[in-house]
């Protein structure tokens, strides 16, 4: 991902890292920053890793200020896989950069009904220009009667603390 995340004025490259998993069984995750000095970058430097268990192999990693200081933020689109009754359970948390390193990932909106992460593909933007950045996802939502590929963009808008609950803008067919 790109974004300011030291609010220096150029922006930095994040990455989301697969860090295997743990003796223990959980599942290591953890972010690295290449900090822009307006020519070259800085080596990776560690700013999370997780704690819990966090699957990398879970995650659609998006980025932009969410909560509105300045520092651009990291979010990622989790999968929780899919329950009994056929639901598909998805996640959204956020990081909050605090200019050096990230806290931890804070669940900011969590499916209530069948939301595939699978077949999501998450964006930011700040789509309200209230400042604080949203996020769009595209949807791939099936396959309309004569055969054609339907998708749809859902919306989740900041508040700054939280998102709120996914509107959908639009489905169509592009082919
Ligand atoms: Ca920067
Ligand atoms: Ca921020
Ligand atoms: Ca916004």
Not at 11 to 23: C, E, F, K, P
Not at 53 to 62: C, G, L, M, R
Not at 89 to 106: E, H, K, N, V, Y
Request: net charge negative; no cysteine.
């Amino acid at each position: 991902m790109s974004g300011d995340y030291n609010a220096d004025g150029k922006d930095d490259v994040a990455v989301l890292y697969n860090g295997g998993t743990s003796a223990d069984g959980k599942f290591v995750s953890s972010l690295y920053t290449f900090a822009s000095n307006g020519t070259a970058f800085s080596n990776p430097r560690k700013t999370w890793t997780s704690s819990g268990s966090f699957n990398w192999n879970a995650t659609k990693p998006t980025s932009a200020d969410y909560n509105g200081d300045g520092k651009d933020d990291v979010a990622v689109l989790y999968n929780r896989g899919t329950s009994a009754d056929g639901t598909h359970q998805s996640a959204l948390f956020t990081f909050a950069s605090d200019g050096t390193d990230f806290a931890a990932p804070r669940e900011v909106w969590t499916s209530t009904g069948s939301f595939s992460w699978a077949a999501s593909q998450p964006v930011s933007g700040d789509f309200t220009k209230d400042g604080k950045g949203d996020i769009g996802v595209l949807y791939r939502s099936g396959t309309s009667a004569d055969g054609r590929r339907l998708d749809s963009l859902f919306t989740f808008v900041s508040t700054g603390t939280d998102v709120k609950a996914p509107v959908k803008q639009w489905t169509g067919s592009v082919i």
